[in-house]
């Protein structure tokens, strides 16, 4: 069961279907600033701590994933690794995208190990407080008025039109949808097939490497699965720059992210 930090309900004056802030009175309390903007309380600490942990991890996880996979570039299926059929090739991995920059297999696995598990328990904290306080039901579960609008939200995100409003105070149902698919399957994906592939974990848990049919297709699944990673921070952070980099940034430093005046659809006025 978890406990809400917050008041069930949106402050007064917010649509149902709106987040409420994460600092509903004191010093989290929505402040107005010049020109009708808003400044609101949106990345408590642990979020933003959390965040930016996460961040290094996976760089660093990408990039000694590389060197481990320039040992030898190829992905199978099964059991077997038949060099001469392999399911994916690839040609060349450049030295400035692996950590360490050349190729060095054993160290490159102390890299990828050791950010592996700090990446897993960052994210198990973060895990456990959004359950606890409620924060993913209330700010990333998405309800049914979020999927009610998943067309228009796909109309959206094609145009690169996003809101600056008060609209902007919650995360829209995409968003919401990419963030769970993120902690809830590709994250967990990772670590499972990551697990499977380890002869440490075969020793005492090798029903997960018969699971994944196999070392050679969890290590492709493990693959696939941070290909989707990367894919989602390319997204992410094109999106980031896209809305509005400084005002981005600032609200994951700071916490405070700032809403615009409301302005007529240039569209709706033709």
């Known amino acids: 069961m978890t406990a809400s930090l917050l008041p069930e309900g949106p402050p007064e004056g917010l649509p149902q279907d709106v987040a409420p802030p ?12 010049p020109g009708g903007r808003t400044a609101t309380y949106r990345h408590p600490p642990l979020v933003r701590i959390t965040h930016w942990i996460n961040v290094a991890a996976v760089v660093v996880l990408i990039m000694s994933g590389l ?25 060349h991995i450049p030295r400035w995208a692996m950590i360490p920059p050349a190729r060095n297999l054993a160290e490159a696995r102390d890299w990828h190990f050791f950010f592996a598990w700090l990446f897993v328990l960052n994210g198990l904290i973060y895990l456990a407080w959004i359950l606890w306080t409620g924060r993913l039901r ?3 579960w998405p309800t049914r008025a979020d999927l009610a609008r998943l067309g228009p939200s796909i109309v959206e995100h094609a145009r690169l039109r996003f ?3 008060e609209a902007a105070r919650a995360y829209n149902v995409l968003q ?3 963030y769970l698919a993120m ?7 990772m670590l499972v097939t990551g697990l499977s592939m380890s002869p440490g974990f075969n020793a005492i848990g090798g029903i997960l490497l018969e699971l994944m049919d196999g070392r050679q297709s969890a290590r492709t699944l493990h693959f696939l699965s941070a290909a989707l990673v990367v894919g989602f921070i390319i997204v992410h952070v094109g999106l980031v720059i896209w809305t509005g980099l400084y005002n981005n940034l600032r609200a994951m430093i700071t916490g405070w992210f700032i809403l ?8 709706d006025l033709r």
Request: proline share 15%; with cysteine; charged share 30%.
């Open 22 to 33: 994460d600092g509903p009175c004191g010093r989290h309390a929505d402040r107005p600033l």
């Open 183 to 189: 902690i809830l399957i590709v994250l967990p994906m």
């Open 260 to 267: 615009e005046p409301s302005r007529p659809d240039p569209e």
């Open 138 to 140: 209330r700010r990333i």
């Open 163 to 165: 809101p600056k409003d």
């Open 67 to 91: 060197n481990i996979l320039a040992a030898h570039p190829h992905l199978y299926w099964g059991l077997d690794s038949r060099f001469d059929a392999p399911w994916l090739s690839f040609d």
């Open 176 to 178: 919401k949808l990419a």
